[in-house]
């Protein structure tokens, strides 16, 4: 896919099929996430890419349970749930690990994956719930969750691009 098409058209997905995504894919997608730009190219982010059922979805109620809404699926149904974090110690770290959620939505869609940002990561894994997540991962450090990349092949046809606003772009010449 071109890059310019990938960009313009990549959709957030609230309806994944359960089919699994193969490792190889997965792969793929998860380096591309290594190489979005951090601050002087310290690589603050971490990603945690969860496939196993049962963490996948203690991480969904857990979520659920800080939206206020228990008993949902923020995950949509999502087989693959991808934590970014990111070392509070670096200035940058917010910004790093955000550009690790684009481009790991980016390259989910050129490999014909749906994917979504899901938020409340930072409350996840500022929790006693997180924090003993990270002590069974063996992720040692001061660690901020930055979002959830949520992976899947889509059930349905993408959403349609809203109108973009009319003032988005000022140019100043």
């Not at 998860?30 to 890419?49: C, H, K, N």
């Not at 989910?108 to 991962?137: Q, T």
């Not at 992720?139 to 990349?149: A, M, R, T, V």
């Amino acid at each position: 896919m071109d890059a310019m098409e990938n960009l313009l058209t990549r959709r957030s997905v609230r309806q994944y099929k359960p089919d699994a995504v193969p490792q190889e894919v997965l792969r793929r997608v998860l380096e591309a996430g290594t190489y979005a730009a951090t601050g002087m190219g310290r690589q603050s982010p971490i990603l945690v890419a969860v496939t196993d059922r049962a963490t996948r979805d203690a991480l969904a109620a857990e979520n659920a349970k800080i939206m206020g809404r228990p008993g949902t699926d923020p995950f949509y149904g999502a087989p693959v749930v991808v934590v970014v974090l990111a070392d509070r110690s670096m200035p940058t770290y917010v910004y790093d690990g955000s550009l690790v959620m684009g481009n790991l939505m980016l390259a989910a869609h050129a490999e014909g994956l749906g994917s979504c940002w899901i938020h409340r990561a930072k409350e996840e894994f500022d929790s006693e719930f997180g924090r003993a997540l990270l002590r069974k991962w063996e992720i040692d450090g001061d660690y901020e969750g930055i979002g959830h990349c949520i992976l899947g092949y889509a059930d349905g046809d993408a959403p349609q691009a809203k109108e973009r606003k009319a003032d988005y772009i000022h140019l100043v010449e």
